[in-house]
C-alpha cells in the first residue's frame, strides 16, 4: 500500500511522510520501502505503525507487547532495549504458548494480532494490563515449579 492508505487505513492518528520514512529507515515496519527517486512509498498490506513509546523492561514487556497490540501498534524490540532474538524466543513465544498473542508470517515478516484472550483487555491502561499480564506469568512459573516437584 502506499502512504495515504497505511495512514488513513492503519494508524489512528496522522503521520508525516517524513515520520513513516523514518520508521521505514529503522526498520521499524519490517517489509516497507520508499523510493528515494519517486518518493513512493510501497507498504505491506498487514503492517501497523510502531509502538514508539515503549520503555517496558524486564516483567513488563510482557503486557507492553500486549497493549500495543490491543492499539494495532507493532512493539519493537529495540524500544525494549533487547535483541529481536531475546524479543521473539523469550517474549513473543511465552504469549503465543499463553493465547495471549497469535503471530503469523507473510513475506517473511512476522506479524502480531490479539487473540479472544488478550482482548479481554481492551481499553484497560497500559499498566494495568502490564499487572495482569506479570501476574499470569507468576501463576505459571509457580505452576511448572510444582509440576516439576511431583
Not at 492508505?5 to 529503522?26: L, N, Q
Not at 513488563?60 to 529495540?78: C, M, T
Not at 484472550?117 to 507468576?138: N, P
Request: hydrophobic fraction near 35%.
Amino acid at each position: 500500500m502506499d502512504y495515504y492508505e497505511f495512514i488513513h487505513t492503519k494508524c489512528k492518528e496522522e503521520h508525516t511522510k517524513a515520520t513513516v520514512k523514518d520508521w521505514i529507515d529503522k526498520r521499524y515496519i519490517p517489509g516497507a520501502s520508499y523510493n528515494e527517486s519517486t518518493g513512493e512509498f510501497n507498504i505491506p498490506e498487514h503492517a501497523l505503525p510502531p509502538y514508539t513509546q515503549a520503555k517496558a523492561r524486564g516483567d513488563k514487556i510482557y503486557g507492553s507487547i500486549i497493549y500495543a497490540v490491543l492499539n494495532n501498534k507493532r512493539p519493537i524490540p529495540e524500544k525494549y532495549g533487547i535483541s529481536d532474538n531475546e524479543f521473539y524466543s523469550v517474549y513473543v513465544d511465552y504469549l503465543v504458548k499463553r493465547n495471549l498473542l497469535a503471530t503469523f508470517v507473510e513475506d517473511g515478516v512476522t506479524y502480531f494480532r490479539s487473540t479472544p484472550e488478550s482482548k479481554k483487555f481492551e481499553g484497560f491502561a497500559r499498566v494495568k494490563i502490564q499487572k495482569i499480564v506479570w501476574g499470569l506469568v507468576q501463576t505459571a512459573i509457580a505452576l511448572a515449579q510444582l509440576a516439576v516437584q511431583h
